[in-house]
């Protein structure tokens, strides 16, 4: 069972920026996601990309202010946020699935994947 482990969440102003993390226990062929819980909302995409390399994906709402990125001699993903507006306030996830890098294209929704963390809130204040 691939074990994953988030940090960096917490309050910020809006305009402010955050870096998340996410240890991944088994890292070699997998596709990583990113996703987010606001209250009362279904978990969402916010940006994926296949542990292998290639290119990224992300959701409409964060394109130009969020950026996905990985260390694979750390087997930690990251999620830099910048520019963060109030609507971004909402449990952020790491997710992960064994996938070819041609699969991980298609996963967008959270039924695609099948390990999690346990999540890391932030908030952004205005």
């Known amino acids: 069972q691939v074990q994953l482990m988030e940090s960096g969440g917490g309050s910020v102003q809006a305009g402010g920026s955050l870096r998340l993390s996410c240890v991944v226990s088994?890292?070699?062929?997998?596709?990583l996601a990113w996703f987010r819980q606001a209250q009362a909302r279904e978990r969402e995409i916010v940006a994926r990309i296949p542990s292998a390399g290639g290119p990224e994906y992300y959701a409409n709402s964060v394109k130009g202010r969020f950026r996905i990125s990985q260390d694979k001699a750390k087997n930690t993903l990251y999620l830099e946020m910048n520019n963060l507006k109030s609507e971004d306030t909402a449990m952020y996830y790491c997710?992960?699935?064994?996938?070819?890098?041609?699969?991980?294209?298609?996963?967008?929704?959270?039924?695609?994947?099948?390990?999690w963390g346990q999540g890391t809130q932030v908030t952004v204040t205005s």
């Open positions: 997710a992960a699935v064994y996938s070819t890098i041609g699969r991980c294209y298609a996963k967008v929704v959270a039924v695609d994947f099948d390990s």
């Open positions: 088994e890292y070699d062929s997998r596709c």
